[in-house]
């Protein structure tokens, strides 16, 4: 079971964050392109899909997707601080700064929609 001791290391807690906020990210890409396309087919298709988005469940999956693609931004940016600054007595803090940056960022989002 020796395999499993670093499971719990906050470092790679952010690691799997930032691999299934991308895995998620991208799941989310066709629906994007489908929203987008509504757009294109006329002014009564994006009516109608921007009141079925208006769904208080969708709401709250929108504020999900905003704080998963700040949990994917702030990965993204603590990878690639590790990789060319060589950071890595600071992996516990630049984990912390990443999640409060993701839950902070969704928070302001919150605010800003008024749900």
């Known amino acids: 079971m020796s395999h499993w001791r670093g499971r719990g290391h906050p470092a790679w807690i952010a690691f799997l964050v ?4 991308g ?3 991208a799941l989310f890409l066709p ?29 709250v999956a929108e504020t999900v997707l905003v704080v998963l693609l700040a949990a994917h931004l702030a ?7 590790l990789e060319f600054l060589g950071w890595r ?3 516990k803090t630049m984990v912390a ?3 409060g940056f993701a839950f902070a960022t969704g928070l302001l989002f919150l605010l800003n929609t008024g749900a």
């Open 75 to 81: 990965g993204g940016l603590r990878v690639l601080a």
């Open 89 to 91: 007595a600071q992996q």
């Open 31 to 59: 629906v994007h392109f489908w929203a987008l396309g509504q757009a294109i087919q006329g002014e009564a298709a994006l009516e109608g899909f921007l009141r079925w988005s208006n769904n208080p469940v969708l709401k």
């Open 97 to 99: 700064a990443s999640a």
């Open 18 to 21: 930032h691999r299934l906020s």
């Open 23 to 25: 895995l998620a990210l």
